[in-house]
């Protein structure tokens, strides 16, 4: 059974800095491009960025510079580290392997200005 788990989430104030996790169960990181999504509260979910199984990434414009997302296959885990957030950067982000088309359940981002 295949299971993506997100952590990292929680409260920072604008301007400060979360490191969000995304650990995959079974061999779903061999097989699978991986992004990285979120879903702001009253919005429709939206990508934020992915990596593919050959490291290409790509990133929204929104979010370009601030964010970088990583993944270490040995471990199964992608990563998006966040810097200088932003109060509109409050959402759940969502892991998903994309290839598949697997989701996590979520992991909450709030920023306070």
């Known amino acids: 059974q295949v299971q993506l788990v997100e952590s990292g989430g929680g409260l920072v104030q604008a301007g400060g800095s979360l490191r969000l996790s995304c650990a995959a169960s079974g061999s779903i990181f061999a097989t699978n491009d991986m992004g990285w999504y979120r879903q702001a509260p009253g919005k429709q979910r939206e990508l934020v960025a992915f990596?593919?199984?050959?490291?290409?990434?790509n990133y929204v414009d929104a979010v370009k510079s601030r964010f970088a997302i990583s993944r270490d296959n040995a471990k199964n885990t992608m990563y998006l580290q966040m810097s200088s957030l932003k109060p509109e950067d409050t959402a759940v982000y969502y892991c998903?392997?994309?290839?598949?088309?697997?989701w996590g359940i979520g992991t909450l981002v709030t920023v306070s200005s």
């Open positions: 990596i593919t199984r050959d490291g290409v990434i």
């Open positions: 998903r392997a994309i290839t598949m088309n697997y």
